[in-house]
């Protein structure tokens, strides 16, 4: 039965993936499209970030009130209706309206299904778990590439992303019983978390350490997300590559985070957390300063694929060992908040870059991604300590 439910999550995290890089490899058609500044992906980046936000702060009331099967169920319905949205919309306006429910599905099933796997299964399980997102953000950016490459425009290729979705969402609601009797066979952990109080914001955050695994989280999204959703534009733009070719290299830093979580459930079998999330941040950095390189459309590929190799274990790392730093009674409530301030960053961050792309130049993408992988080593150092 837990086999079974893990297949079930790992479904879940290919939906969740799936719509997350079509932004960015779609942007450079739809941006000229609607007529408006390049920098406005930042806008509805900000948008779904902020819906996600506010769902992952509710995610411990929920997930304790609904239990994680149905918050699953739910949320990916509401982002296979988001997207069939996108497929349908003609302005820059109604993809703003699209991208609220969007934000408000992916937030609580990114929470509840981490806290759940961190709780229940291993490092191991957490790193494939992410490794099926990767999964999602490989065939996403590839849907619109084939959609752009064979003379349809990035609409259809949210609509077929749609349709697999609403595929997605129908499975997780006929698998809702199986969740219930994993609640019921699961022992007294199950019911004893529904029993116990949520706790607040302020009381999070009076947990020693917390703000500083949030300022990590902060840190690591506003790379992650900034090199997702602006790799394909920056190599537009520095590169001068054509918006269809860049579509499809957009899915080179989705290659990288997909291999390197799936390698990094094999490596999580010898190094612990701790050592998984410095040796990524350490090649975070070496694929920045191969993307500074004068070589083109190679040295810039290498460095997306590097920075992507370098995410793939910070992430879930950093939340299979909450339960460890902060308590398993306390986890679900931390990795709320986590994915909270998670989504700050990419809410914030990549928006800030467009401005900078757009004022000044796309080349300071590098310098730009620098800043925060060292803010995201110092923090995550912070957080060690006071927890240990």
Known sequence: MIQLLLVIIYVSFISLGLPDALLGSAWPSMYREMNVPVSYAGIISMIISAGTIVSSLQSDRLTKKLGAGMVTAVSVAMTAAALFGFSISGSFWLLCLWAIPYGLGAGSVDAALNNYVAVHYTSRDMSWLHCMWGIGTIVGPNVMGYALTNGM??????????????????????????????????????????????????????????????????????????????????????????????????????????????????????????????????????????????????????????????????????????????????????????????????????PLFGLLANHISASLLPGYLLVFTALMAVMYGQVVRKTA
């Open 153 to 350: 425009t990035w609409n259809r290729g949210y609509f077929f992303i749609a349709l697999l979705q609403i595929a997605l969402s129908g499975a997780l609601f006929l698998s809702l019983p199986i969740w219930r009797k994993a609640e019921r066979t699961g022992g007294g952990q199950e019911r004893n978390e529904k029993e116990e109080k949520a706790l607040t914001i302020k009381e999070v955050l009076n947990i020693s350490g917390a703000r500083e695994i949030m300022i990590t989280f902060f840190s690591y999204c506003a790379v992650e997300q900034t090199a997702m959703l602006w790799g394909s534009s920056y190599m537009v733009l520095h590169n001068g590559l054509s918006a269809q070719e860049a579509a499809s290299f957009a899915s080179l830093f989705c290659i990288g985070i997909t291999a390197g979580r799936f390698v990094s459930g094999f490596l999580t079998m010898k190094f612990n957390d701790n050592q998984m999330i410095r040796g990524g941040q350490i090649l975070i950095a070496l694929g920045i300063l191969v993307l500074c390189l004068p070589f083109g459309t190679g040295s810039s590929a290498g460095g997306l694929v590097m920075i992507g190799l370098g995410c793939a274990p910070v992430y879930p790392c950093i939340i299979h060992s909450t339960p460890y730093h902060f308590g398993a009674d306390r986890s679900q409530a931390l990795i709320g908040v986590q994915m909270a301030s998670a989504y700050v960053g990419t809410c914030l961050m990549p």
